[in-house]
């Protein structure tokens, strides 16, 4: 063996990431999707309104950026935004999770509401966003969504909603079950006064939300893949002990089911609901 052979070069192996730290994500900087596990910069995702590039998975979107994506620029004008969550039932700490939501959010409540333009059409608006208590139906979002209602009955002007809900807040008991006859009610007295409401559920879409106002708008629209209904699978197929179709409950089988108008892919859900306001007169009348 000459003296070389053991000061030389040494061979160079590649080292191979583990699949695991292919997908961990530095936080902040990129995002995953969750359906095909591609990794894009946030910054694209944001520009996409949070649709994967690659499979079109529809992820979920904050209120804000929700606004930001249908309004207007500088014409959306927030309501109650005073109006937050209590704890009537004395819950074991109900408050401190509500506070530890409205940290991480920045909002005082699952739902943002208001009035703006899209496209220069002047509308109502509630959002609710499933980044706070899973946009959990209780008496603040109940109240903000009726009042929300009753404004757009009184200035005679549409009313548009995106739902996103995992159903009634548990912590709440029945006073966030009443919640689906209110805003149902204030639905009824809009409708009967002439205004136009549009609903668009959005993943996902459950529970008592899905059994109230959701699913009572003049238009029920939904946005690709969003779980929408009111019980879960498992408990389905318990009670009726059938297997349930691989796409129940999706948006595309309420569609074929007749339990939505339209799925509408979110980069193409601004101008057509600009298209459909503009069918209608000032006012949010019917024609």
């Not at 979002?141 to 548009?160: D, L, N, Q, W």
């Not at 668009?200 to 029920?220: E, K």
Request: charged residues 25%; glycine residues 8%.
């Amino acid at each position: 063996m000459l003296i070389k052979d053991l000061f030389g070069k040494r061979k160079k192996y590649a080292s191979i990431p583990s699949e695991k730290a292919k997908m961990d994500v530095p936080e902040g900087l990129m995002q995953k999707c969750s359906n095909c596990k591609k990794i894009y910069y946030r910054k694209e995702m944001v520009k996409a309104l949070q649709v994967c590039p690659n499979c079109g998975f529809h992820h979920p979107m904050t209120a804000w950026d929700r606004i930001d994506s249908l309004f207007d620029n500088g014409t959306f004008e927030e309501w109650d935004k005073e109006i937050t969550s209590a704890n009537p039932l004395d819950f074991p700490e109900y408050e401190s999770k509500i506070a530890k939501d409205r940290e991480k959010t920045s909002l005082t409540e699952g739902v943002v509401t208001g009035k703006g333009n899209v496209n220069d059409v002047q509308i109502a608006f509630a959002v609710m966003d499933s980044h706070f208590r899973m946009g959990s139906m209780g008496s603040a979002i109940g109240e903000k969504i009726t009042r929300a209602i009753e404004a757009a009955r009184e200035e005679s002007i549409p009313f548009v909603i995106f739902t996103a809900s995992g159903g009634a807040r548990m912590q709440e008991g029945v006073l966030s079950l009443m919640q689906m006859a209110k805003t149902s009610f204030a639905v009824k007295r809009f409708r009967d006064s002439g205004g136009l409401m549009i609903s668009v559920m959005t993943h996902p879409t459950t529970g008592g939300v899905s059994a109230s106002f959701a699913s009572i708008g003049d238009y029920n629209f939904a946005e690709p893949g969003a779980l929408i209904g009111f019980a879960g699978r498992r408990i389905i197929e318990q009670t009726i002990r059938e297997k349930l179709p691989n796409d129940f409950q999706t948006a595309e089988f309420q569609l074929h089911h007749g339990q939505v108008d339209k799925v509408i892919h979110r980069q193409d859900m601004k101008d057509t609901l600009s298209k459909l306001l503009k069918m209608h007169v000032d006012g949010g009348q019917p024609k």
